[in-house]
C-alpha cells in the first residue's frame, strides 16, 4: 500500500483509507457535511480528524465540545499502540503527534473566555425560541423589540429586556392604536419565562462585550488555523439555550462576512455537535432560518458540519444540502431502528461492492462509510473506510493544563470583564423616578392649593384653625372692647381736669 506524505495533499484532507485513499476536496468543504453514528463508534475522533485536517489547511475551526473529550486537540497526542496500529494498516508512515492553536470559550465565563451576545442582537425569533413562547406571547415580544427601536432604548441584557416588557404592559391602551393589543397576561407570562430562564444561568450570557464573531476567524503566526472550543457540558443542561447559542453564531456570521463565492479553502469550518437539538420541537419560523442559513452561508466561505447520532435528525430540508458524509455504526434493536438504517443507506451514492445498509451495523470503532463531493460537485460513490488517526491528544486537557492556555490565548482579558452602560433598564428607571417625583409634586402643589381654598372659606391658617364666623365674632368683640376702653379713659381725664 502507498504511503501517504501528508494529511493535505494536493488541496485534500487525508481522511483514511478504503480501497483507495479518501479525501476531502477544500475546494467544496464549504457544501457542508454530516457526521452521524451511535455513541461510541468514534464520531468524536473523526470531528477531531476533519478539524485537524482544516487546521492544517489553515483554516479555522469552531466546535462544541459535549463532553470535554475534543480539548485534547490543544495538546500533542501519544503514539498508542492501537493508534500506530491504525496508521500502519492504512499506509500512513507519516502520522506524528502535534498540539493545535487553541482558543476555549465558555458562555458561563468558566472554563474558557466568556461568550456574550446582546439580546438586540439576538432578535425576538431566537429568543420566541429560547423562551418557548407561543404565539400571542411572541407577538409581545416582537412589540417590546419595535418600541425599544422606535423610543431609543438598546437591549443589552436580560434587565433591559424585562424593564421594556414591564413598559408597554403599563402602556397597553397607549400603545394598542400603533403597535397592536398587549395583554397584561402575556407580559406576566413573558417575566415568568425569563426568570426560568435567568435560573439556568442564561442571564451571563446577555450583555457585553458581546463577541466579535471576527476572533474566530484567526491564523496561528505558523500559518495554521486556530481552533476555538466551546465548553458545553455545563451548557448541554439546558439544550434550549445550547441550540438557540449555536444558531445565533451562524446568524452572526451569515450577517457580517462578505460574500465571497466558491473560494479555494473555507474561510471557516463550523461543526454543530448534537445538531438534533436545534430541530427539536422547533417552529416552522425557526426551521426556515436554519434552511436558509445553511443553504446561503457557503457563499460567506463558511462550512457548516453537523453532528449527530442518526442522519434522520436533520430535516430533508437541511439535509439536502450536506454534501460531504461519514457514517459511523447505527445498531437495530427495533424496528423504528431498522428504518433509520435503511433511510440512511439510502442517503448515499450506491456502491454496487457494497450491501451498505449491512454495512451500517458492522462498522466497527474507527470504520465509517464515507463519501465525500468531487471536483464537479457529485457524490463519491459509498465506501467503507478505516479514519485516520488524529495527531492531537485523545481525550480532555486537565483543569490546570487548560487554564494555562486560556491566559496565553491572545483575548486573554479582552471579555473577562463586563461592561454595564446605559441601556434600556437604566433610561426606563429615570423615567419612572422623573415621573414619581412629577407625581409627588403634583400631590404636594394639590394640597397647598386645597389649603389656601380651604383659609379663604373656612379660615384656617394661622389663627388656630377657627372658622370664619368664630373670626368674625373675634374681630368685632376685640373692636367693641378698644372703643369702651377708650370711651372711659377719656372720661376719666376730663372728669380729673373739671376738678381741678
Do not use: C
Not at 64 to 79: F, R
Not at 130 to 150: K, P, S, T, Y
Not at 258 to 273: I, N, S
Amino acid at each position: 500500500m502507498a504511503a501517504k506524505s501528508s494529511v493535505l495533499v494536493d488541496g485534500k484532507i487525508f481522511l483514511g483509507q478504503s480501497v483507495h485513499p479518501e479525501y476531502l476536496e477544500l475546494k467544496l468543504a464549504n457544501r457542508h457535511g454530516l457526521i452521524t453514528g451511535a455513541t461510541g463508534t468514534g464520531k468524536t475522533v473523526t470531528l477531531q480528524v476533519l478539524a485537524e485536517g482544516f487546521l492544517d489547511a489553515g483554516v479555522p475551526v469552531f466546535a462544541a465540545d459535549i463532553k470535554g473529550d475534543l480539548s485534547g486537540i490543544a495538546l500533542k497526542g501519544e503514539a498508542k499502540p492501537v493508534l500506530a496500529k491504525r496508521a500502519e494498516d492504512i499506509g500512513f508512515a507519516e502520522w506524528d503527534q502535534k498540539a493545535y492553536p487553541t482558543v476555549f470559550w465558555d458562555v458561563f465565563g468558566e472554563q474558557g473566555h466568556p461568550v456574550r451576545a446582546t439580546v438586540q442582537d439576538m432578535g425576538p425569533l431566537l429568543l420566541s425560541r429560547l423562551l418557548e413562547l407561543n404565539e400571542v406571547q411572541e407577538g409581545v415580544l416582537n412589540i417590546a423589540f419595535r418600541v425599544a427601536a422606535d423610543e431609543k432604548l438598546p437591549l443589552l441584557n436580560l434587565l433591559d429586556l424585562r424593564a421594556i416588557i414591564t413598559e408597554i404592559g403599563q402602556r397597553g391602551r397607549e400603545l394598542t392604536t400603533k403597535y397592536g393589543n398587549v395583554a397584561p397576561t402575556s407580559a406576566g407570562a413573558l417575566q415568568r419565562r425569563m426568570l426560568v430562564l435567568e435560573e439556568q444561568g442564561a442571564s451571563s450570557f446577555f450583555g457585553e462585550p458581546e463577541l466579535d464573531i471576527r476572533d474566530f476567524i484567526k491564523t496561528a503566526p505558523d500559518g495554521r488555523g486556530i481552533v476555538n472550543i466551546l465548553a458545553a457540558d455545563r451548557l448541554m443542561k439546558t439544550p434550549r439555550l445550547y441550540a438557540t447559542f449555536l444558531l445565533w453564531l451562524l446568524s452572526q456570521l451569515f450577517d457580517k462576512l462578505p460574500e465571497v463565492g466558491d473560494p479555494e479553502k473555507p474561510k471557516l469550518v463550523f461543526f454543530f455537535d448534537e445538531a438534533h437539538l436545534l430541530f427539536n420541537e422547533a417552529p416552522k419560523a425557526l426551521l426556515e432560518q436554519v434552511e436558509r442559513v445553511t443553504r446561503l452561508i457557503r457563499s460567506k466561505g463558511v462550512g457548516v458540519y453537523y453532528v449527530t447520532q442518526n442522519p434522520r435528525d436533520v430535516p430533508n430540508s437541511v439535509s439536502a444540502q450536506l454534501g460531504n458524509r461519514v457514517q459511523h455504526a447505527l445498531r437495530a434493536f427495533t424496528p423504528i431502528e431498522q428504518k433509520a438504517i435503511k433511510a440512511a443507506a439510502q442517503t448515499f451514492r450506491p456502491n454496487p461492492a457494497l450491501d451498505t445498509e449491512r454495512v451500517i451495523q458492522e462498522l466497527k470503532v474507527g470504520e465509517a462509510l464515507v463519501s465525500v463531493l468531487q471536483l464537479k460537485g457529485e457524490p463519491s460513490m459509498v465506501q467503507r473506510t478505516l479514519i485516520r488517526p488524529p495527531s492531537g491528544r485523545i481525550g480532555p486537557v486537565r483543569e490546570a493544563e487548560r487554564k494555562a492556555l486560556i491566559e496565553k490565548s491572545p483575548y486573554f482579558g479582552k471579555y473577562e470583564d463586563t461592561v454595564d452602560r446605559e441601556s434600556a433598564y437604566e433610561a426606563l428607571t429615570k423615567k419612572a423616578e422623573q415621573a414619581k417625583t412629577a407625581a409627588a409634586e403634583a400631590q404636594r402643589q394639590a394640597e397647598a392649593d386645597k389649603n389656601s381654598w380651604g383659609n379663604i372659606i373656612f379660615g384656617r391658617g394661622k389663627r388656630g384653625g377657627a372658622s370664619l364666623g368664630e373670626q368674625i365674632t373675634r374681630d368685632v368683640s376685640r373692636s367693641v372692647m378698644r372703643s369702651f376702653i377708650t370711651q372711659v379713659k377719656n372720661a376719666i381725664i376730663k372728669s380729673i381736669f373739671k376738678r381741678r
